[in-house]
Each structure stands twice: as C-alpha cells, then as structure tokens.
C-alpha cells in the first residue's frame, strides 16, 4: 500500500513537472516562430534594409533632378543644357551632326 501511495505521490510531482516543461517549450517556440518572434524581427531587418536602399537610390534622383530643373530656372538658365534637352524631345539635329542609328536585332530562338 505504501509504495502504492509513493506512486501516487510521485506522479502528481511529475503531472507537475511535465506541465511546466510544456508550458516554458510553449513560450521558447513561440519567442522564435511566432508573429513577433525571431524570425519575423529577422525579416523586418531585412524588409527595412531594402527600403533603406530604395529611399537612397531615390534620394539620388531626386538630387539629379534637382539639378537638372535648377539648370532650366530662369535665374540660372544653362544654354547647353537647354539645346541639350531640347535637341533630346525634339528629336533635332544640326546639318553638320554624323548620326549613327543602332537597330536592335533580336535573336529568333
């Protein structure tokens, strides 16, 4: 009867033990897969490293054509810049321009 009792006692212990093991397993997995875990900061990090590398990319841009509008502005007009340009929409030339014309040919696979 004692060893009964001794049984009885070591597996209310152990319903314990086992209860706090799934429970601490429970948080571990879920502060490493779970929606605000590990690897979902891991992404985020990733995510904003390629907006960071966006955002420079049009930042520089953004100054190229800065620089450009600033060379049109009547205060500061460029007049090679304005030929340039206007030659480029136009699709102008001068009568003593060589132009070369490259036609793409696609390869038939």
Do not use: C, W
Request: hydrophobic share 40%; net charge neutral.
């Amino acid at each position: 009867m004692s060893s009964l009792r001794d049984l009885k006692a070591r597996a209310r212990v152990s319903y314990g033990l086992i209860a706090g093991i799934v429970v601490f397993a429970y948080f571990i997995y879920h502060s490493v897969e779970g929606d605000r875990g590990l690897l979902a900061l891991n992404n985020v990090n990733v995510r904003i490293a390629e907006a960071e590398k966006k955002l420079a990319e049009l930042v520089e841009t953004e100054r190229e054509l800065e620089g450009k509008v600033i060379r049109l502005m009547p205060s500061s007009l460029d007049p090679d810049f304005l030929e340039e340009r206007g030659r480029k929409i136009l699709n102008f030339g001068h009568d003593n321009d060589i132009v070369i014309l490259i036609h793409n040919q696609r390869k038939k696979s």
